[in-house]
């Protein structure tokens, strides 16, 4: 039966027990992790948020009563124990725990709520199936690895959050409810009942509320913020995450990379304790494709794309030429050392570059002697082998892989292969953190659903100055004050310089096929405001989920988001999305068609 807490206040944390306390009296409080009836003695591993403390239980401390309640005890129960603390004997000092050279011998038990044994083991690193945790995830959530992921996460917004105030930026809210705006993603609409049939959306980021509050003189902005896109989701994206957003009046391109990279190695070093080097490299939009075929590149490793264009553009072999000759490319990568892969390994490796889009993948195993083994150097000639081999930097022992197409199925499919043979070679380390920027993105990019250009970050970003001229014109040629912020080959930030000229936003609108009355319509009460006088202005948001799953070496964002949906952006614990009851509908002047 449970008991209350009457009378009897919890003095300390299991780990906030050490060897200073002993032969003080502590009250603690926690669940049950483990049970060992030894006859006469009875020891729990008593678990909070903190860590394990082991409880001993013997009659002659706790009394006849006592003993039996202590009997009942079984994993899970939530006690509170008031008891002695002691320093254990030699031989059951345990290392492995922060509390394992002291025990607290009970004088009072309490059992505070009893527990039905739990659908799976609460322990580190439980191998249970991820449908099940989530369905309990509130047990999952006690387990000590997804506690300390939590509590890293609450450590790096902490310490971004005092980071931003020292430096003079102001934490101001952003409406939940907004005005739908189609650009981009999908919005999550929610219906008005006071205004029947219209709408409003969930923000997928404070985007224009932020460069309002510049426009208003707020200067220096930043919010710890929820967002929502209604997208189909990944490993490292969900319908609602949290983003460390902030703006900046005044500055340009450099400012804003400035205060951020020491940000960032204030972050890393506080929480992680680990020194990130400033400045960090920046890289051009166009390098990192050439060379990583990403624009969020992983640089923790080499194998960089090599263009061989131009060496095999007249070589006669049709699948170089052609795509040369259709405006694409011949690019390949030398993976060190894998020369030695069985036929089935190589082929495996051609049926991923078909998943990336490619048709196929031509290949060059180098053995150890120097032999060719490949199904293309019969199409070439010996010195234009020799001649692609070279540029490659070729060795005896290397594999070289090849793709020619199209420049973006190019990209994807060898900057994929250098990603999945990364990890089968074990060539990168969770806790070896490389920071990078990507500048200069292209402003537009063509959308062949629409057959029109859209706005590659967003339609507020700055075009480079020398650029600017092309965006009537030539608007594929325009570079964008943008930028991103890449760890490990995970985009963790972006942001850009905003456009605060009337006259280029309008530029920007028609560059994107909008009319005057479209732009005006969509984005009537930004465009009406920046009639009063606009600051130079720019900003970046941070995934803070997607930094708390590199931080903590987990490999989904689920694992650092208390309570996270699933693929189908639905909860299994809630049930949530569900149905609401008919009346809920009509005041909502809401009809829903049966399928």
Known sequence: MSETMKDLKRTHRCTEVSETNIEQT????????????????????LRDRTGILQIVFDQSSIGEEGFKKAEQIRNEFVVAIKGIVEKRDDETINTNIQTGMIEVRAVELRILSEAETPPFQIEENSPVK???????????????????????????T?????????????????????????????DYLVPSRVHPGNFYALPQSPQIFKQLLMLSGYDRYFQIVKCFRDEDLRADRQPEFTQIDM??????????????ERLLAKLFKEVLDVDVPLPMERITYKDAMDRFGSDKPDIRFKMELVDISEIVKDSGFQVFTGAVANGGSVRGINAKNCGSFPRRQIDALGEMAQGFGAKGMAWIAITEDGELKSAITKFLTEEKTTEIIEALDGK????????????????????????????????TKKDDFKFVWITEFPLLEWNEEQKRFVAKHHPFTMAMDEDLHYLET????????????????????????????????????????????????????????????????????????????????????????????????????????????DKQLKELFIKIDKL
């Not at 991820?130 to 995830?137: I, V």
């Not at 900046?248 to 990379?257: A, G, R, Y």
Request: aromatic letters at 8%.
């Open 396 to 427: 005896p022992g290397d594999l070289l892989l090849f793709c020619a197409d199209k420049n973006e199925v190019v990209y994807n499919t060898l900057g994929g292969l250098r990603l999945e043979l990364a990890k089968k070679l074990e060539l």
């Open 26 to 45: 502590v009250t603690v409080m926690g669940w049950v992790q483990r049970r060992r009836d030894l006859g006469g003695l009875i020891f729990i591993d």
């Open 474 to 581: 030539e608007p594929e040629r325009v570079r964008a004050k943008a930028y991103d912020i890449c760890l490990n080959g995970n985009e963790i930030g972006g942001g850009s310089i905003r456009i605060h000229q009337k006259d280029i936003q309008e530029k920007m609108f028609s560059s994107l096929g909008f009319s005057k009355e479209d732009a005006y319509e969509r984005f009537g009460f930004l465009l009406n405001a920046f009639k009063f006088g606009v600051p130079p202005h720019g900003g970046l948001a941070y995934g803070l989920d997607r930094i708390a799953m590199i931080m903590t070496g987990s490999d989904s964002i689920r694992d650092v988001i208390a309570f996270p949906k699933i693929k189908d952006a639905s909860d299994p614990m809630s049930e949530a999305p569900n149905v609401v009851e």
């Open 130 to 156: 991820e449908d099940l945790r989530l369905k309990y995830r509130y047990l999952d959530l006690r387990r000590p690895d997804i506690q300390r992921n939590l509590m890293l996460r609450h450590k790096t």
């Open 247 to 260: 703006e900046l009046s005044f500055v340009e391109v450099d400012d804003i990379i400035e205060i951020n």
């Open 158 to 186: 902490s310490v971004a959050r005092e980071f931003l105030c020292e430096e003079g930026f102001l934490e101001i809210e952003t409406p939940m409810l907004t005005k739908s705006t189609p650009e981009g993603a999908r």
